[in-house]
C-alpha cells in the first residue's frame, strides 16, 4: 500500500515545483473566524453557483478552441447546469446533453486552491498536505452519510479557519492579508481554472466520447470510460496550451478521497486515485517536453531540476506499488 502522506507529498511537489518559494511571512495574529451558520452556508453555495454560472461557459470556450469541429459542435449542444448543492460532484448525465456541477465542488476547489497558493508562495507543502487530508475526511463522512439517506453533518472546514491557527503550519495567514497579496490570488485563480478545466473537460468528454449514450454495464468497463474521458481532457487542455499540471490540486483531493493506492476493487467505478494523478504527471510532463515556453518558465525560475526529479519521483513510486 502506498504511504499516504508520500504520495500526496510528492503530488503537491509536482504542483509546488512550477514556482519557486518567494520568502517569509510574518503570521498573522487575528482570531480564527467562527463555522458559519446554516443560512451563511447556503449564501456561500449560492455565491458558488453563481460563480460557475459565469465560469463553466468561458472555460467551455478556450477548450473548444482546442478541439475538432465534430467534438466542438458536440460540446456547444451540451447544457452546463449548476446546482446549490454541498455535495462534491460533476457528472455528465446519460443520455442527456446536460453536465452537472455543484456548488460544493466549486467551494472545495476554491479552498483548496487557496491552502496550495500559501503553500507555493511560502514552500508550506506540510500545510497544503494537512488540510487535504482533512478535506478528503469531510467528503468520505458526508459521502457515507448520504449513501445511508442522512444528512451530511461533517462541515468543511474553511481555508482561513484551517490556516489562521496554525501559524507554525500555515503562518497563520487571515483572509483579509490574502486579499492584498496579489501573488497569491493569481496562484489561487490559476489553480481554480485549472481544476475546473480538467473537470470541464472531462465531462465534456464523456458525451463527446459517446460514454453518455451508451452507460457501461460493469465497473471494469466504467473504469475504462473514465480513463478515457480524463485522457480527453489533457489532450483538449494541452491543445488550448493549458499545462494539465494546474488540474493537479481537484485530482489530488479526488484521489485523497479514495486513497492513493495502485490496485483497484473490482467493484471501483473509477481507475484508483493514484492512477490517475499519474496520468496528470505523465499528460503534463508530455506538455512540458514538447512546448519550449514551459521549460523557459522552468528555468527562469530556477526550477527544472526540481521539476524533473518530482516527475521522476512519481513515476519510480508508482513502478514500486505496480
Not at 175 to 182: I, L, V, Y
Amino acid at each position: 500500500m502506498t504511504s499516504y502522506r508520500t504520495a500526496l507529498g510528492l503530488a503537491s511537489a509536482f504542483w509546488l515545483a512550477l514556482f519557486a518559494p518567494l520568502g517569509p511571512m510574518v503570521a498573522q495574529a487575528e482570531e480564527p473566524r467562527r463555522l458559519p451558520s446554516a443560512g451563511e452556508v447556503r449564501n456561500l453555495l449560492q455565491w458558488y453557483k453563481d460563480r460557475l454560472d459565469v465560469k463553466l461557459p468561458e472555460l467551455r470556450h478556450t477548450l473548444e478552441e482546442a478541439m475538432s469541429p465534430s467534438d466542438r459542435e458536440r460540446s456547444r449542444a451540451l447544457r452546463l447546469v449548476s446546482v446549490v448543492d454541498g455535495n462534491v460532484n460533476a457528472q455528465a448525465k446519460s443520455r442527456t446533453n446536460l453536465i452537472y456541477v455543484s456548488a460544493g465542488l466549486l467551494e472545495v476547489v476554491d479552498w483548496v486552491s487557496t491552502v496550495g497558493a500559501v503553500g507555493t508562495k511560502y514552500g508550506a507543502q506540510a500545510c497544503y498536505t494537512e488540510y487535504v487530508r482533512k478535506v478528503a475526511e469531510a467528503i468520505q463522512a458526508n459521502s457515507e452519510r448520504a449513501r445511508r439517506g442522512q444528512v451530511a453533518d461533517h462541515p468543511l472546514e474553511s481555508a482561513f479557519l484551517f490556516m489562521q491557527p496554525r501559524p507554525s503550519l500555515c503562518h497563520g495567514i487571515s483572509e483579509a492579508s490574502f486579499k492584498q497579496d496579489k501573488v497569491l490570488n493569481d496562484l489561487r485563480d490559476a489553480s481554480i481554472d485549472g481544476s475546473l478545466y480538467f473537470i470541464l473537460g472531462h465531462e465534456i468528454g464523456h458525451h463527446v466520447l459517446g460514454h453518455t449514450s451508451r452507460p457501461a454495464t460493469t465497473a471494469a468497463q466504467s473504469r475504462v470510460d473514465e480513463s478515457r474521458a480524463d485522457a480527453f481532457a489533457f489532450r483538449t487542455m494541452a491543445g488550448a496550451e493549458i499545462t494539465p499540471a494546474v488540474g493537479l490540486n481537484i485530482m489530488v483531493v479526488f484521489a485523497s478521497v479514495e486513497g492513493f493506492d495502485f490496485e483497484e476493487s473490482p467493484e471501483a467505478t473509477h481507475p484508483s486515485g493514484a492512477k490517475r494523478v499519474l496520468a496528470m504527471v505523465d499528460a503534463a510532463d508530455d506538455v512540458m517536453e514538447h512546448d519550449p515556453k514551459y521549460v523557459e518558465q522552468l528555468r527562469r525560475l530556477g526550477k527544472e531540476r526540481e521539476w524533473r526529479q518530482a516527475v521522476e519521483r512519481i513515476r519510480e513510486l508508482a513502478r514500486k506499488e505496480e
